[in-house]
């Protein structure tokens, strides 16, 4: 049983009242797409901000492009749904949306061709993700899918399924969470979670022709390190053993937000605390995602 409401079709509707088909194409062959955002409360300003809105709206009407799922709102309509909605639940606390955009056919082919499409906001509170503060690792034995496969700069619901076996891998070994590497053996990225390593002073990071999602988060990290923390950022293809060898290693998403990684494949990462400039970022990057730093009030949309 669900408390919240939810954006269905074009309404705001309780989220229980959402009946979808067994017979869904979305359900039967994961013929979807979506987004995860972040609304962050500001207890001083009693305010609720959304973090990076417009980017989330591009990349999810890029998804359905690709894809082939076409729904019928501009990304300033699906904002403002987004911010009705968030009224409506009368949030005051840091929250979690996912729109879903999807197949709702009940045709029997996984064709994408036949254009019953859908679309749908729910979201909940949400403060941390995973309550950790470090986090160990392993790469994974299941290979990150290649562009080639299903496309990488989307987010498709049945993609997650390798995401899925990846993050079940790591822990039944025990492990926190999974690094994948890419089927030449490239360093790509976690399940749900872009991957940066800092080594003589330099962050590093895969290139979105290694077959990455184009994380927003990763591009915010990027932004704080080059513009703020006058670190130089590369980003280029990273082999295995760099991921051992750096002096430090994070994770970057909007649901992990910053998460130092520690140990990989039980063997330390520099000193084995957590590292120190994954540290800084995510202070910089919470301030600006709470509307406390001025330069970047733009990303933050308010919801009252
Ligand atoms: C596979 C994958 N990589 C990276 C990310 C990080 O992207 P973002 O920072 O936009 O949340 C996500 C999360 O959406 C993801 O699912």
Redesign the pocket.
Same mark, same amino acid.
């Given at each position: 049983m669900s408390e919240y409401f939810a954006f269905y079709n074009g309404e705001i509707v309780k989220e229980d009242s959402i009946k979808i088909s067994i017979r869904s194409k979305a359900f039967n062959y994961g013929l979807g797409c979506f987004e %995860?955002i972040r609304a962050y409360w500001n207890e001083e300003k009693n305010q609720l901000y959304v973090f990076r809105l417009r980017e989330?709206y591009e $990349?999810l009407l890029q998804s359905c492009k690709t894809l082939y799922i076409n729904i019928p709102y501009s990304v300033e309509q699906l904002c403002d749904a987004t911010v009705e909605l968030l009224r409506k639940n009368n949030f005051k606390t840091t929250v979690y949306i996912r729109p879903v955009a999807y197949k709702s056919s009940e045709k029997l082919s996984p064709s994408l061709y036949d254009d019953e499409n859908s679309f749908l906001i729910y979201c909940q509170p949400l403060e941390r993700f995973i309550e950790k503060e470090a986090f160990r690792v392993c790469i994974s034995s299941w290979r990150r899918i290649s562009d080639n496969m299903i496309p990488a700069r989307t987010?498709p619901t049945g993609g997650y399924l390798n995401?899925a076996l990846a993050s079940m891998e790591a822990t039944l070994n025990g492990y926190d969470e999974a690094i994948f590497l890419t089927d030449d053996g490239k360093v790509c990225? +976690?399940? +749900?979670?872009?991957i940066f390593i800092y080594k003589n002073g330099k962050l590093i990071t895969p290139p979105a022709s290694d077959n !990455?999602?184009e %994380? !927003?988060? $990763?591009d915010m990290v990027i932004k704080i390190a080059k513009n703020e923390l006058n670190i130089p950022v590369e980003e280029r293809s990273i082999s295995r053993t760099e991921l051992y060898a750096a002096d430090e290693v994070f994770f970057? +998403?909007?649901?992990m937000e910053v998460a130092p990684v520690v140990e990989i494949d039980r063997r330390i990462i520099g000193s084995g605390e957590p590292s120190k400039v994954a540290l800084e970022i995510r202070n910089y990057l919470m301030n600006a995602a709470m509307g406390n730093i001025e330069k970047y009030m733009d990303m933050c949309t308010r919801v009252y």
């Open positions: %995860g989330h $990349r987010k995401s990225e +976690g399940p +749900g979670e872009n !990455i999602l %994380g !927003i988060t $990763r970057t +998403g909007t649901a």
